[in-house]
């Protein structure tokens, strides 16, 4: 098992910043892939980031690509998500995803490809 838990959400204006992270705990040694996804109300969950636990590879959302920023620390088990130039249209609940299964070495970007999630963190832009 591994549990996760969001922090960093808030509301902010358009062109602001805001930071996420994610703490991981648990059997976080059978973690090869976190990402981030995103769920507006009436939308389905979204992809938006993934870094590749022990190689540090990423990988965007073409949505998010040179705004958001997703990194790690190993030593604290804990993937952030710094989120620059935001838009009203990124104001949505976050969540954060751990993949345990095979990793066959590809972007994950499916929700059903991740095993782990959290609570979620809202995140709500201003026009």
């Known amino acids: 098992q591994v549990q996760l838990v969001e922090s960093g959400g808030g509301l902010v204006q358009a062109g602001g910043s805001l930071r996420l992270s994610c703490a991981a705990s648990?059997?976080?040694?059978?973690?090869?892939?976190m990402g981030w996804f995103r769920q507006a109300p009436g939308k389905e969950r979204d992809f938006v980031a993934t870094?590749?636990?022990?190689?540090?590879?990423?990988f965007y959302a073409d949505s998010v690509k040179g705004r958001f920023t997703i990194s790690r620390d190993g030593a604290e088990n804990t993937v952030f998500l710094q989120m620059n130039s935001l838009k009203p249209e990124d104001t949505a609940v976050y969540f954060c995803?751990?993949?345990?299964?095979?990793?066959?070495?590809?972007?994950?970007?499916?929700?059903?490809?991740?095993?782990?999630w959290g609570q979620g963190t809202q995140v709500t832009v201003s026009s």
């Open positions: 648990g059997r976080t040694f059978t973690t090869y892939t």
């Open positions: 995803a751990a993949r345990t299964r095979f990793d066959y070495g590809i972007n994950y970007q499916r929700f059903n490809e991740y095993d782990y």
């Open positions: 870094i590749r636990w022990s190689t540090g590879r990423i």
